[in-house]
């Protein structure tokens, strides 16, 4: 297989090339097909409009979103009134007219929860001074002193119900950590997309009519591109031609000069065969004679009665005969006599020839199509009337101004408004921060002292050691105790101010706002103040509602179907492009083009391949030769052979028979190189010739057929092809710069009615705007609050719990004796077997 790669090649786009040019020949190949001229580029136009685009927000999905979903469901149920539209009204426009009652009728929910955390302001600071000054006076909170039989069930209770308030004060530090960080890291961020949102929304419909003056100018876009392809439409058209056909007829071409190849690759292999062969077969008489002398000799020598360890050699010497017999390979000499001359042709420059004519009828073409040139470029020349009034002609926008001063206001004072806001967050944080340590140190007292209290219980065998970590932890559980009396003031002012704050953001903003009540209450005339309507503001039409805005620019419209304007402006009037194609159709006529001096395949070439059809290449029996080649030339190694007699001649008695023998071994290592050598040369250079043709002949004579039927085809349709090529481009060139038009029109209509005008930024920006309030800042903020607040109330059993509990872990002076003790049983206690008093 040493030779093949050089034919695999050929053959292989040879094959490729016929199949092409069948699939090619079908009737219809070009009917409608405009894929080789390619339809219209895509045109790149200059945005008139800005990118006004206000990408949605939105607040990722987390492991908080539950506890949110509960914070909204107390504050629904806090706050149960609907939105009271009356009273928001007379806020509005008439503050001195707000009843105080009203206020707290509707605010009834947060006046209990005032109610609730006020009696918690007083009570218990005022248990714990209460407290303070009992312990003082040593009359409570003091060690338990009689040991009794409920005692250990007691205390048992006791410390269980303390572990169980301070994994839920626990649980409740931990997300108040987690939504007051979360409160803090989203108020930048917010800040920051407050000003985005206003600065979107100031060039929502600012400088529209410079806009579509603009839209109007692009029309040199497609016109000098047409402009531009006619300059080259000739040749273009020429050289379309000349693509269509290309590989066709470069495929053919590709094949003949494969074919070629391959014909002349076989043709050297065939005669390089021929001549090995005989050469193998001169050789082979002279080394049959050569070592039958020797073989003949060695066995006289190895048979001598003096001979010592000679029966192995002997038997080697026995296989000294040929192996490979080449008189019984089949002749190649008719083959060879059939293809004398070949290849008669050069078809490297054949091929050559045969492009340079193919190639040369993108110029005939354009001679054809000079005068069309000229007459379309004065038709494209000119500019449709339409479009030099479209910016005039589009309705007055008196509102931009006036919106975007407005919005320009908005933004320059909200931001010092904003900085002060993110001033007194950091405040809120840090506060929360130290309060949600204050519980978290709470957590840590409990749980420390309860460690303590109960390892002083299970050791029994040390008494002070007993007593010392039994105060310890009743003294640890004090002092959490303790900072629950002395933090639960600050902690409730934090959490119902805070409460007061995100609840009504919740309850009577995001709820009304998410429910669409709140666009309700704007769109109803008499809400709002003549300075506050955003219909004025916006410039929308009187009888154009707020909602109805709102909901059809969160689905995507653009102004230009909210404040209705295809009623007053007919923009496809504006757009009108058929007087181009009219023009243009009338002058693609009358086209010809000559293919008669495109030969393909010369007649020496054809002559060639056909002394191939009738060669008999393939049926040469090429496995007959294989069968010799895998035989060696020697059946027995002749080196090796010789090795062995030089070893045997040393080991001998006789010295004149081991001279013998050594000069025998000379001489087969002679015959080797002589002799052996070569023939194997000339085997290997055999065994490259056979296998080549072995694996191109069988194909080759049925590819020379084929590619010759497709050769006298191809010369007979070529001229009937370029004519229905020619007829079929010019469409596609008529088409392909309509489509140009076709782009601007697309363009002027999307830009006019979707981007130039496009109100995405309102309610994309009403939609950000609850995102930012709501979701990204009122939900952590009531979430921080609702947690802190669980912490703050859940302090008041782990005090009672604290203070209960400390009382079982101080030493018991008087103790019962029992054989059965609850206490003992209960925390695996060794049994008291006398009392201390």
Partial sequence: MAGSPGLLVPLLGLGLGLALMLALSLPGAWAVDCGSFGPAAHLTFTPAARNRWLAPRLRTPGPLDHLYGTVRRFLSTVQLNPFPAELVRALLNEPASVKVDEVVRYEAGYVVCAVIASLYLLVVPTAGLCFCCCRGHRRCGGPVKTEYKEMACERGTLMTFLLLTTLVLLIGVVCAFVTNQRVHEQMGPSAQAVHETLLSLRGLVSDIPQELQAVAQQFSVPQNRVLKDLDGVAMSIGSTIHTQLRSTVYEMLASLLS??????????????????????????????QAISVHRERLRDLLQEPGCQGCEETLSQAHGLELGADFGQVPHVDDVLHRLEGVPEANFYSMVQEENSTFNALPYLASLQLADVVEELKKAVAQEPRGLKTVAEAFPSWEAASRWSQALEKVENSSRPYLKEVQRYEK????????????????????????????????????RSHLEAKGRAGARILMVGAGLSFLFAAPLIILVFSTFLVGGNVQTL????????????????????????????????????SILLAYQQCRKGAALWKVLQLNDSYDLETYLDMNQYKANMEQEFQNL???????????????????????????????????????????????????????????????????????????????????????????????????RALAFSAPNLQLEASGVLDRVTHLKGELPAWATRILRNESECFLIREMGYFSQYVDWVRDEVTQRIATCQPLSGALDNGRVILCDMMADPWNAFWFCLAWCTFFLVPSIIFAIKTSKYFHPIWKRLSSSSSEETQLFHIPRVTSLKL
Avoid at 444 to 458: E, H, T, Y
């Fill in 427 to 462: 405040y809120r944080w840090i506060v929360g921060c130290v309060l949600c340590s204050v519980v978290l140190l709470v957590v840590v007292c409990n749980l420390v002292g309860l460690n303590l209290g109960i390892w002083g219980l299970s050791s029994r065998q040390d």
């Fill in 259 to 288: 074919l070629g190849q391959a014909l002349q690759v076989s043709v050297d292999h065939l005669r390089a065969l021929n001549a090995t062969l005989m050469e193998l077969r001169e050789g082979q008489q002279d080394l049959d």
């Fill in 509 to 544: 903003v995001c709820r009304s706002w998410e429910s669409g009540e709140l666009y309700e209450f704007v769109d109803t005339p008499g809400n709002v103040p003549s300075s506050m309507n955003l219909s004025h503001l916006l410039g929308l039409k009187k009888n154009i």
């Fill in 592 to 690: 010809k083009v000559d293919m008669e001096s495109l030969d393909l395949l010369s007649p020496a070439g054809r002559r060639d391949l056909e002394a191939l059809q009738r060669s008999g290449l393939g049926n040469v029996h090429y496995p007959g030769f294989l069968i010799q080649i895998r035989k060696p030339v020697v059946n027995t190694s002749v080196e090796k052979v010789a090795n062995d007699l030089e070893e045997l001649a040393h080991s001998q008695d006789n010295s004149m028979l081991g001279k013998q023998l050594q000069e025998e071994a000379q001489g087969l290592r002679n015959l080797y190189q002589e002799k052996v050598l070569p023939q194997q040369s000339l085997v290997a250079k055999l065994n490259i010739s056979v």
